[in-house]
C-alpha cells in the first residue's frame, strides 16, 4: 500500500517552491521450498522448507526552491532542495535445511508441506516480527547553472551533502547488532557549450554516496554491513 502527494507554489514570477511526501507500506509471507540438485545429469535432488515473514514501512520527503536570476551579464537558474528517506524492516524466518524432500529437477515431486523439525534455525519469532532494520537517508543540495555569451556557454556547480544512520538488529533480542552513521559532501560539475544551432560539446563530472549491501543470511559474514561507497 503506498501513496505520494506533491505540490508547487510560484512564490514570484522567478521563484517556485515545492513539497513532496510519501508513505509505503508491505508485507510478505512465503513459505517455500529450497531446491539443491545432488545430481545435474539425472536432476536428483532435495528440497527443504525455508518460510519468512516479512514488514515494511517507507516513509519519504522532499523541499525545494528553483528560480532564475540575472547579474550583469550572467544568467542563473538555482536550486536548492532537501530531501529524506526512512525505512523500517521487520523480519522473521525459519530454516529448515536438516529436514528434506527427496524431488528432481526435471521430474519435481509434490508433497505435503512438512512440519518443522526440532532442528529447525529460527531468527525470531515468525508471527511477531521484530524490528531487524533501520535506514535514515538524508540530503541537501544546491546548484546553478549559469548562462554566458548569449547562452552559448552554460556552466552547472552544485554541491550535495548527504547522510547516511543505518542499523541492524538481532532477529530475536531486537539488540542493535552494528550502525554506521556517516556523511559526505559531493561536488558537481558540468559545462556545455554550443558550438553552433546543431551542435553542442559537453562535459561533466559528478559523485555520490551509496548505501553498502549487507551480507545475506548465506554468508559467513551474514548480517555485516559493508561500509558505503
Known amino acids: 500500500t503506498f501513496g505520494t502527494l506533491r505540490g508547487e507554489w510560484d512564490i514570484h514570477a522567478n521563484i517556485t517552491a515545492w513539497a513532496a511526501a510519501g508513505a509505503r507500506s508491505g508485507t510478505e509471507s512465503n513459505s517455500l521450498a529450497n531446491l539443491s540438485v545432488a545430481n545435474g545429469s539425472t536432476g536428483a535432488g532435495t528440497t527443504y522448507r525455508f518460510d519468512n515473514n516479512r514488514k515494511d514501512n517507507v516513509n519519504t520527503g522532499e523541499l525545494g526552491l528553483r528560480g532564475t536570476l540575472q547579474t550583469g551579464g550572467v544568467g542563473h537558474e538555482w536550486v536548492l532542495a532537501a530531501s529524506s528517506f526512512t525505512l523500517d524492516k521487520k523480519n522473521a524466518y525459519v530454516m529448515d535445511f536438516n529436514n528434506t524432500q527427496a524431488t528432481n529437477l526435471y521430474n519435481p515431486v509434490s508433497t505435503a508441506l512438512p512440519g518443522y523439525s526440532a532442528r529447525a534455525l529460527y531468527g525470531g519469532a515468525m508471527g511477531n516480527p521484530l524490528t531487524t532494520g533501520r535506514v535514515k537517508l538524508s540530503s541537501v543540495a544546491l546548484g546553478d547553472t549559469l548562462s554566458m555569451l548569449d547562452k552559448r556557454l552554460l556552466l552547472t556547480l ?33 559545462a556545455l557549450y554550443k558550438v553552433d544551432k546543431s551542435l553542442s560539446v559537453y562535459a561533466n563530472y559528478a559523485e555520490g554516496l551509496s548505501q553498502g549491501e549487507t551480507a545475506p543470511s548465506t554468508a559467513a559474514n551474514r548480517g555485516t554491513m559493508l561500509a558505503p561507497y
Not at 159 to 188: E, V, W
Open 158 to 190: 552544485g554541491l550535495r551533502h548527504q547522510k547516511f544512520d543505518i542499523a541492524n538488529f538481532n532477529y530475536n533480542t531486537g539488540l542493535q547488532t552494528d550502525r554506521y552513521d556517516q556523511s559526505r559532501t559531493s561536488p558537481l560539475l558540468g
